[in-house]
Nanobody, 113 residues
């Protein structure tokens, strides 16, 4: 079974940048579709970005133009580069494999004005 571990979250001011990482172990995920999701306080989990096994990417409207999903196959790691962060981006961010069969524990992102 794949184990996913997110890191890179933190607290920063609006306009700042963060890069989230999702390290996979237990299996080689380089051929998997992978995605980033987030959960704001009191809300349901929402999709942020997906990187499929062909290399194609899909972004939520709020992420388009500000966030970039990528992967390093040699490190079996998925990334989410987040720029121009807003207070609306405050959430716990999770990575997951395609089919949502494996999830990480999440990493908190806090943005203050």
């Amino acid at each position: 079974r794949v184990r996913l571990t997110e890191s890179g979250g933190g607290s920063l001011h609006t306009g700042g940048s963060l890069r989230l990482s999702c390290a996979a172990s237990g299996d080689n995920v380089t051929t998997y579709s992978m995605g980033w999701f987030r959960q704001e306080a009191g809300k349901e989990v929402a999709g942020v970005a997906v990187l499929d096994n062909t290399g194609s990417t899909t972004y939520a409207d709020f992420a388009e133009g500000r966030f970039t999903i990528s992967r390093d196959n040699a490190k079996n790691t998925l990334f989410l580069q987040m720029n121009s962060l807003k207070t609306e981006d405050i959430a716990v961010y999770y990575c997951a494999t395609g089919g949502l069969t494996s999830w990480g524990q999440g990493t908190q992102v806090t943005v203050s004005s």
